[in-house]
C-alpha cells in the first residue's frame, strides 16, 4: 500500500493499522506492506503503470483515501488493463487483496460491484 498523500501522518499510521487489523471473526486481513517514501508524494494512477513494477494492483493512499470519513484506498489495475482504478473501504480490503493476489477473483469483479462514487463496500447480500 502506497502512500501519495502526507499531509496527515496520525491518518496514515491509523489506516495502516485498520487495514492490517483482522477484519472478520476468522481474522482474515489484507496482507499489505505500508510503503510511505516522500518520493512518491502525489503521484497519480498513469505513473504507476509506467513504473512497471511486476506487481498485477497496488493499493494507494492519496488524498481521498486521507481526507474523506470512509478512507477510500485507491486500487488500481497495473496489469490485465492498466490504469483502471476502483476505491475500496479499508474493512473489505481483506477480501480484494486476498482473491486479486491468489487470481481466485479478477479486479473487474471488484470494479463493477462498486457504488455510486466507485467505492468497493463488499458484496450485496
Known sequence: ML????????AWTSLCAAIQSPQTEDD?????????????????PDQL???????????VVDSMAVSDPDHPVLVVDLYHNPGRTFR??????WGVEN??????????DFANNTDARGVFRGFPA
Do not use: K, Q
Not at 28 to 44: M, Q
Not at 99 to 108: C, H, R
Open 88 to 93: 475500496v473501504v479499508p474493512s473489505e480490503m
Open 28 to 44: 482474515f486481513v489484507a496482507y499489505v506492506e505500508c510503503v510511505s517514501d516522500p518520493e512518491f508524494s502525489g503521484v497519480i
Open 99 to 108: 482473491n486479486l493476489s491468489l487470481a481466485n477473483m479478477d479486479f473487474d
Open 3 to 10: 502512500r501519495t498523500d502526507f499531509t496527515d501522518d496520525a
Open 49 to 59: 503503470v509506467a513504473l512497471n513494477s511486476g506487481h498485477t494492483f497496488i493499493f
